[in-house]
């Protein structure tokens, strides 16, 4: 009986052991499948200053959670456009204007292309784990249990173009006090995802046309798409020759930018490279 009961007690331990060091990999794990929406709206208005983009009243660095460059860039570009890149693919976000920020930091206000469908949701863990071993020496006041808070910024332009990014931050319960924070507010770390996905079928379009009438290879230069032409009923596609990109000019020279119309997925003029 003695044994039997040391066992248990053993197998009992092991297994508190295990759930307190595992249940953080088990809960990022559940996430990765499914998480708990807590509201979100769509998006009008961004701001970006200072290696941060604030919208719907969120502040959110561009920092990864382990307070790593992510690698995100977001540039307003001298034809008021503002890009978002990240290794060498490139979303357009839409029209911007330069806004300083507090103490005359460089910032700038921009919003989505007409058409565009942006959205910023709140979401949070559905598994949460113990934190017995987790102290605070400055407030001497820790959390006894934390899950994930997320949020999710996801946009799709007219061109099929897509941007997804995840936010990830940790909330603590800390008894009657219950989770805090309750929402996601600001971080300045955090972004744990940023996926670009380019319009498939525009660049197939501009590729079968400078291969038809150019005979260029598609080798020879890269795609970027730059938001909708001035009529509203095609994407602007640039086709940028490597040797225009290391020019002070990037984008002239012998590159050209395509007119390709959203409902015929087929180029329809061409116009001056910017």
Request: hydrophobic share 40%.
């Amino acid at each position: 009986m003695v044994r039997t009961t040391l066992l248990w007690t053993l197998a009992a331990a092991a297994l508190a052991v295990a759930w307190v060091l595992g249940a953080r990999s088990l809960s990022l794990l559940v996430d990765r499948w499914q998480t708990l929406r807590l509201g979100g709206g769509p998006v009008d208005q961004l701001r970006y200053d200072n290696g941060t983009l604030a919208l719907a009243g969120v502040r959110l660095g561009l920092l990864t959670a382990e307070t790593l460059p992510s690698g995100v860039s977001i540039t307003l570009g001298p034809g008021g456009r503002v890009i978002l890149s990240r290794a060498g693919q490139v979303f357009p976000c839409g029209p911007g204007q330069a806004a300083p920020g507090p103490g005359g930091l460089p910032g700038f206000t921009f919003q989505p292309d007409p058409g565009d469908t942006v959205t910023l949701t709140q979401e949070q863990s559905h598994l949460s784990w113990p934190t017995p071993l987790e102290m605070n020496f400055m407030t001497g006041h820790a959390p006894s249990w934390r899950r994930h808070l997320y949020s999710r910024l996801t946009w799709t332009k007219r061109s099929g173009a897509q941007l997804e990014m995840l936010w990830r931050l940790r909330q603590g319960y800390f008894g009657a006090e219950g989770w805090r924070p309750q929402r996601i507010e600001s971080g300045s770390a955090g972004l744990v995802q940023t996926t670009i996905t380019e319009p498939p079928e525009l660049f197939a379009a501009a590729r079968a046309y400078l291969a038809r009438t150019r005979k260029w290879a598609p080798a020879a230069y890269h795609l970027e798409s730059r938001g909708p032409a001035a009529d509203g009923r095609g994407e602007i596609v640039a086709a940028i020759h490597p040797e225009d990109q290391r020019a002070s000019a990037p984008g002239a020279g012998v590159s050209v930018e395509l007119v390709v119309d959203y409902a015929s997925r087929q180029v329809t003029r061409e116009i001056a490279a910017q």
